[in-house]
């Protein structure tokens, strides 16, 4: 079963404007990832952000986490026609191996 | 470096047929997995490796067969296809420890009829 929910499931705007992806999940984590994925490749290491950590930065991307309420957002600031693509947040589970758990993603559309 | 390699890109098979679909990683990484993908589920990890000679199921294993006789290949063994197994797969690999980022493959588009 998934561990991680985005929310929308899918997002369409306009090209300039800023876009935000949520995410939930269950249960206690290590840190939690943000994944891209364009159509029909795999998927792309965005971001990662330790359970300690509240708010990290990368460029055009700002990711919050909030452990209390077990949930973290994705920013994309000015987006542009090639931020379109599928987003996945990815936890990362306490214990030796940390098992990393997708959530079902969201598709964000740019429109030019 | 080549990163994480799959092959093939594409198979088709027909319902009962044994297959393997390849993996391999060149980044001398220590954990290795494997992923499947559909519509709406997101991923959904299969097996897992940890290092040479180990390996654990995931959340979804029944049908699949791992194993990691090398640091870089993890191959993936379908045992008697079903069409239930119709999916996209990924192979993903990190480097042991803290928080590290997965590295993807470019995954292999598997129909079974």
């Known amino acids: 079963s998934q561990q991680g929910e985005e929310d929308p499931q899918a997002l369409s705007i306009q090209e300039g404007e800023n876009a935000t992806m949520n995410c939930s999940y269950k249960?206690?984590?290590?840190?939690l990832q943000w994944y891209r994925q364009n159509s029909g490749r795999g998927l792309v290491h965005l971001i990662l952000?330790?359970?300690?950590?509240r708010e990290k930065h990368s460029g055009r991307l700002r990711v919050t986490l909030d452990t209390s309420k077990k949930s973290s957002s994705l920013l994309i600031t000015a987006s542009r026609a090639a931020d379109t693509a599928s987003y996945f947040c990815?936890?990362?589970?306490?214990?030796?191996?940390?098992?990393?758990?997708f959530g079902i993603g969201t598709k964000l559309q740019v429109i030019p | 470096n080549a990163g994480v390699t799959q092959t093939p890109k594409f198979q088709v098979l027909k319902t009962g047929q044994s297959m393997t679909l390849q993996c391999a990683q060149d980044?001398?990484?220590?954990?290795m997995s494997w992923y499947r993908q559909d519509p709406g589920m997101g991923l959904r990890l299969i097996h897992y490796?940890?290092?040479?000679?180990?390996?654990d199921q995931g959340e979804v294993p029944n049908g699949y067969n791992v194993s990691r006789s090398t640091t870089e290949d993890f191959p993936l063994r379908l045992l008697s296809a079903a069409p239930s197994q119709t999916s996209v797969y990924f192979c993903?690999?990190?480097?042991?420890?803290?928080?590290?980022?997965?590295?993807f493959g470019p995954g292999t588009r598997l129909t079974v009829t």
């Open positions: 490796s940890v290092g040479a000679g180990i390996t």
């Open positions: 990815a936890t990362s589970s306490t214990g030796g191996y940390q098992k990393v758990t």
């Open positions: 249960t206690s984590i290590n840190n």
């Open positions: 980044m001398n990484h220590e954990y």
């Open positions: 993903a690999s990190r480097s042991r420890g803290g928080a590290r980022e997965q590295y």
């Open positions: 952000i330790r359970s300690n950590e």
